[in-house]
């Protein structure tokens, strides 16, 4: 007897709103404000409508006087109206990091590192709870709901740094939201102000079927981030403004795969089925220019047989396509793609045409550029770089590599990380495996940290001096949204303990927890002590580009020449 398959309704887009609470009647008085009315709502789809996107991609919020709306440095994924009220931006000098939530920068002396070895307490993750408190009395709201950190010296503020107000109707964040880039400044609220939040798919949609939305997110992007990024790259840093207006003026910006790539990545693993990568440039299609990755990551491949090879994995700052366009500009004769690069995930890309490239930049090139990618290396090393793009490690700065032939399993490595920690380990001596390899379930401290996305305290950032990715146990509120967010299950939440070993739990009896990683022993003079312990040289962290380039860890552990 057949048995009848398990049905059920196939997911939306808008299956889970921004905010489950957006009504109808709020949607209504959004469409009369000034921002939304002069959109043409006839323009957008019907699976997409101007209401649908306002109901189900944005929600509004509210601020009290000095509550901070985004901070520097935080990665974010929506863009933010002002209804009413208004918002000053801090210019310089930036806030000091413990106003913004960040873990202080220091380094613990000789002395300071020798006393650990006894000052460990018995109990795991025992806390002094007692300096809570003064953090608790600078955010407004608890874990489960909308959290606010604020200012507690607003005029101070004001008197010792450059700020500029924006009032009702400006729009602020969607540079950093649709380039996934960090915030570029601190915003807080100057008055009582309600802002309607939009995440970044609406924002999009808004920009795609919009005009006036469009051009205005383009302009401010060209205004305030396009040129700088052109003037990181050697390729551009000598032309003059007038001439760097020019070029900015003409470069094409696109977007591929999805934002918020780690979800799809989670279901992509559990459902077991091969991610779609969408085409940036095609292999045999005549160049038309050069790319810059501007955020996110692309695979560049060549076509071999029915399949293809992976050449490079691309992150922000890298380019592709140089060396046709040049070729094609020094020939005078057209010049097809020996390569093609698609999206991993996520990506942002500027496309710099061919006939700028030629008026501007190729004849004042002193060297021409180095050969394109070549598909020259020994195929055993293919499969470890296809294995690496699967599991996105390619997102790795400090990832822990571990060679299985070395390891003992002595845990050494674990045991030395909990003396550095209080008593417990922040990593697991576990993860997924190619040949002899193994990366470990320890922060690895990514170029793309989707982690800090959401965390409503700024607890998850950088750390200002070293640049690794670190969690202040101080101002984190245990709400999970870092955990659930990175796509290695890197990041764990913890129950914490008084110093008398005592559960620790809120007025309803649960227990408080914490989130905890590994912060690559940033306050340790020595560097990560799990590597320094190993007594078998078997454990290392590396970033990707050695995972990729060094031989040391392709499948066959030879050295290429």
Not at 348 to 372: G, I, Q, T
Not at 538 to 561: H, I, P
Request: with cysteine; charged share 25%.
């Amino acid at each position: 007897m057949d048995v009848a398959a398990p049905t059920m309704l196939r997911p939306h887009r808008w299956d889970v709103p921004f905010d489950s609470d957006m009504t109808d009647a709020d949607v209504e008085a959004l469409m009369s404000i000034p921002a939304i009315a002069n959109v043409r709502a006839d323009a957008f789809p019907p699976h997409i409508p101007l209401r649908g996107i306002l109901r189900n991609d944005a929600r509004i919020v509210s601020y009290q006087p000095g509550d901070i709306v985004c901070r520097e440095g935080d990665y974010g994924s929506s863009a933010f109206l002002i209804l009413s009220g208004a918002v000053r931006v801090v210019l310089s000098p930036s806030l000091p990091r413990n106003v913004l939530g960040r873990q202080p920068v220091h380094k613990k002396g000789f002395f300071g590192a020798l006393s650990q070895l006894w000052t460990n307490s018995r109990e795991p993750e025992v806390r002094d709870i007692a300096r809570y408190r003064d953090i608790r009395a600078q955010s407004r709201g608890e874990s489960g709901t909308a959290t606010h950190i604020f200012l507690q010296d607003v005029p101070g503020v004001l008197d010792h740094h450059r700020t500029i107000s924006l009032p009702a109707g400006q729009i602020f964040g969607e540079l950093a939201a649709l380039g996934r880039v960090p915030r570029s400044a601190t915003v807080f609220a100057e008055t009582e102000t309600h802002l309607l939040e939009i995440r970044w798919q609406g924002l999009r949609e808004l920009r795609r079927f919009d005009p006036g939305w469009k051009r205005h997110i383009d302009e401010n992007y060209r205004r305030n981030a396009l040129h700088a990024v052109l003037q990181a790259n050697p390729l551009f840093s000598g032309l003059t403004p007038e001439v760097l207006k020019e070029v900015a003026d003409r470069v094409k910006f696109r977007t591929f795969g999805s934002f918020d790539w780690n979800v799809s990545y989670k279901e992509m693993r559990q459902s077991g089925a091969a991610g779609d990568e969408p085409i940036i440039a095609a292999e045999g299609l005549v160049q038309d220019g050069i790319y810059l990755v501007r955020a996110g990551f692309a695979r560049a491949s060549v076509r071999f047989g029915s399949a293809q090879r992976t050449l490079a994995y691309l992150g922000a700052g890298d380019q592709f396509g140089l060396d046709e366009s040049y070729e094609s500009w020094k020939t005078g004769k057209p010049v097809r793609r020996r390569n093609s690069l698609t999206g991993l995930g996520y990506v942002d890309v500027l496309r710099v045409p061919s006939d700028v490239l030629e008026e501007y930049v190729f004849p004042h090139l002193d060297v021409p550029p180095p050969p394109a990618l070549t598909a020259d290396r020994p195929i055993h090393d293919d499969a470890f770089a296809e294995w690496l793009g699967d599991e996105r490690y390619f997102n790795a700065t400090q990832a822990m590599l571990i060679d299985l032939e070395r390891c003992v399993r002595c845990d050494d490595c674990v045991r030395a990380c909990a003396s550095t920690h209080g008593g417990n380990p922040r990593f697991v001596r576990k993860g997924r495996t190619f040949d002899r390899w193994m990366v470990a379930n320890a922060c690895m401290h990514c170029r793309d940290p989707v982690c800090m996305i959401g965390c409503p305290t700024g607890a998850i950032h950088r750390h200002e001096a070293v640049g690794v990715v670190v969690i202040n146990d101080d101002t984190c509120i245990g709400c999970g949204t870092c955990a659930n967010s990175c796509p290695y299950d890197n990041i764990r939440l913890v129950e914490i303990a008084n110093p008398s070993g005592d559960a620790v739990v809120d007025a309803d009896g649960r227990p408080i927890v914490k989130a905890t990683k590994c912060d690559l022993c940033v306050e340790q003079l020595g560097g990560p002590a799990c590597a320094r312990a190993c007594p078998h040289d078997a454990l290392r962290r590396v970033s990707a580009s050695v995972l990729v380039e060094q031989d040391a860890v392709t499948a066959t552990g030879t050295k290429r020449q």
